[in-house]
């Protein structure tokens, strides 16, 4: 690493700094110092964030490096209002090792290869070339965007001000994500517990974001050995190809997707949230509940949907409409550069063969289920009306249909509903309105069955990590003496069950390679020379030479394969990037079946005229020929490239790269008239 790389790091992670200083001032109203410290890098990133995308998006600035760095100083008096207070510190130390911890991580599998990062890395670095608003799907060019892409917009932010490279940002980003998860875990829970011990609230706020599910550790008392197999398959424990993904393995996996990036600012807005449902409400509470609220929408849009069922269900315990209602006016400001008019969404109900069974839940829940055992039997018993009989036939009907979907899910949410109704507070409630939403999640699906069941059950790691840690925690300062060492005995089980889990898997991935290159770098694209010497050097030329947003025509080809590989490495937007991909985020199927047409037609059709007319009407500047196109579309197409009409720009071992030259010579075409061409 240079020396200008770890300057540029420094400078990262110092913006964050100055972000987090501002915002603590508010925060203390509402909360400890402490806990403000801990709410306070994810809150003044966003609200940084915002700013910024409401001036770019209304086209008053420009995302500019040098545009982003004066709004940083002319913001930067403000610290003479910020007070950091010696608590606040406290979080400070938190945040420091987790930081480093992750980097450490990264640098042991730097590559950006493999799972979604194609996807991930080709958004980052569209949005760090993108200066103005509104962006287009660098999977479809010229196509507008409609696709939750606030959190790529706010890691350009920081690539930008910082002037780190995204090579060695990408991996950077990921332990950012993972050090603001656990900070604002730790808040959440401390916002619930104010007076307790604040090791334990440390403790329990490291246990959610870094636990493994039970799953690790039966696939290895099974026979499975320790590998990253292992690992893999801990994350589909669900019906047919549905992921289980929980939040240490999202962190070790590394794909920087919205699912993963918005994590923090869930947490962010859910400890808002539980604020203005037990503390005297307050305007600027709501106001800034509403800010965190809005921006899950662009952030990830099913973190939005959690949050605000839970909001409907808040309102309905303690009827706070008016300022509910006023951090619904707010969210909807926020996140106004967002709403645009959208297709309907589908949903529909899930059939018998894709239900999860109780015994499939545990393997993914059951840590917290086992946390919260104690605590909600002993609510339970302790409340004079409630008698603990009819649990015992519950269990038994659990015992019997635990497997025969969705009986056994109905049994054991009943179960804890039933469990929770002996305590009004809030962590039950959350337990309650959980087990409600499994019960939802297994007989209905929206948009489709595996994003529903792959970004909900995320959803309640966390609500369930919080309720119950909460719970436990609340339980445990009343215990004594003998009472104490018993339940210290009983949540070490499932602790060192899970724990060993998160040991094994942070080894087999660090031992893991996806890819061949360098170890011990952050340099997320280092293995390119290693596998592709004359590609990497075409990237590098792009990168460095090729300013703002040119379309680039590269092969086409299914998912998670080698393809839209430059598009990845360099942000410029490509003619059409995975399918499936990019049909989700509303692309016209026989729009793009066009784009595939086109591709074809320009790298195989001999005619120059034919291959102009389509480059015109998508608007390309530069086409890639290398080793993927010549194998797909060798022939005696390629050969037009030499034609004057094409001017090789760069070209590096078996990899070319064209720039195309129109002249006066070439047809005038309207607008999209190569849409009429299909296959």
Avoid at 188 to 211: E, Q, W
Wanted: proline share 6%; hydrophobic share 50%.
């Amino acid at each position: 690493m240079t020396l200008t790389v770890a300057l540029s790091i420094a400078l990262w992670f110092l913006t964050i700094e100055l972000l987090a200083l501002l915002s603590l001032r508010p925060l203390t109203y509402i909360f400890t110092p402490f806990i403000g410290a801990c709410l306070s890098r994810p809150f003044g990133l966003l609200l940084f964030t915002v700013l910024v995308w409401h001036l770019n998006s209304i086209h008053i600035i420009d995302a500019t490096p040098q545009t982003l760095r004066l709004i940083l100083l002319a913001i930067a008096p403000a610290l003479l209002w910020a007070r950091r207070r010696g608590e606040s510190f406290q979080a400070l130390f938190l945040w420091v090792p987790t930081v480093v911890g992750f980097l450490i991580l990264r640098s042991l599998e730097p590559a950006i290869y493999g799972g979604e990062k194609t996807m991930d890395f080709s958004f980052l670095n569209y949005f760090v070339r993108l200066e103005t608003l509104p962006p287009e799907d660098p999977w479809a060019a010229r196509h507008p965007m409609s696709y939750y892409y606030l959190g790529y917009y706010l890691f350009s932010l920081l690539h930008k001000i910082s002037g780190l490279d995204t090579r060695y940002g990408y991996n950077v980003a990921v332990a950012t994500v993972a050090a603001l998860l656990v900070t604002s875990l730790t808040g959440a829970i401390a916002s619930l517990l104010p007076a307790a011990n604040k090791k334990a609230v440390i403790v329990a706020g490291l246990a959610i974001a870094l636990m493994s599910n039970p799953e690790v550790i039966r696939l290895l008392l099974d026979g499975r050995p320790p590998s990253f197999d292992t690992f893999w398959e801990s994350s589909r424990v669900f019906t047919g190809d549905n992921f289980s993904e929980y939040l240490v393995w999202s962190l070790l996996f590394g794909d920087l997707h919205p699912h993963l990036m918005v994590l923090p600012f869930t947490v962010l807005a859910l400890t808002l949230l539980f604020r203005l449902f037990t503390a005297p409400p307050s305007l600027l509470l709501s106001v800034l509940f509403g800010s965190a609220w809005g921006t899950l929408l662009p952030l990830n849009a099913w973190d939005f949907i959690t949050v605000s069922l839970l909001v409907g269900t808040f309102t309905i315990y303690n009827r706070r409409f008016v300022h509910l209602s006023l951090a619904g006016i707010v969210a909807l400001l926020t996140t106004y550069p967002f709403l645009t008019t959208r297709e309907g969404i589908e949903w529909g109900f899930v059939s018998i063969s894709e239900t999860n069974s109780v015994g499939m839940v545990l393997r993914m829940l059951g840590g917290w289920f086992a946390v919260l055992t104690l605590p909600l039997l002993a609510g339970f018993r302790k409340t004079p009306h409630l008698s603990p009989l009819p649990l015992l036939p519950l269990v038994i009907v659990i015992l019997v249909v635990g497997e025969i979907p969705p009986l056994g899910i109905l049994s054991l949410c009943v179960a804890v509903i039933l469990l929770t109704s002996a305590d009004k507070t809030l962590p039950s409630l959350l337990i309650s309105f959980s087990a409600s939403v499994i019960v939802v999640v297994e007989l209905f699906y929206l948009i489709d069955r595996t994003n529903t069941v792959f970004k909900i059950y995320l959803h309640l790691w966390l609500l369930l990590g919080i309720a119950s840690s909460v719970l436990f925690l609340r339980w445990f300062s009343e215990l004594r003496g003998e009472q104490r060492r018993w339940a210290i005995r009983f949540i070490a089980l499932p602790a060192l069950w899970c724990g060993a889990g998160t040991v094994i898997s942070v080894a087999v991935v660090a031992k893991s390679e996806w890819v061949e290159g360098p170890r011990f770098t952050l340099d997320g694209m280092a293995y390119l020379a290693s596998i592709n010497p004359g590609e990497a050097e075409v990237v590098t030329y792009l990168r460095e030479k090729v300013k703002g947003t040119p379309v680039i025509l590269e092969a086409w080809g299914g998912p998670y394969g080698p393809y839209t590989r430059i598009t990845q490495n360099t942000g410029l937007p490509t003619l059409l990037g995975w399918e499936i991909h990019v049909g989700q985020r509303g692309v016209p199927k026989n729009e793009i079946e066009a784009r595939k047409s086109a591709i074809h037609q320009i790298y195989t059709n001999s005619s120059v005229q034919s291959a102009l007319t389509l480059l015109k009407s998508y608007h390309v500047e530069y086409i890639v020929v290398g080793g993927i196109e010549r194998e797909r579309y060798g022939g005696p197409g390629l050969a037009k490239f030499e034609l004057p009409q094409f001017e090789k720009v760069y070209e590096s071992g078996s990899t070319s790269l064209y720039r195309v030259t129109f002249g006066e010579q070439d047809l005038q075409l309207p607008p999209g008239s190569a849409q009429l061409i299909l296959p």
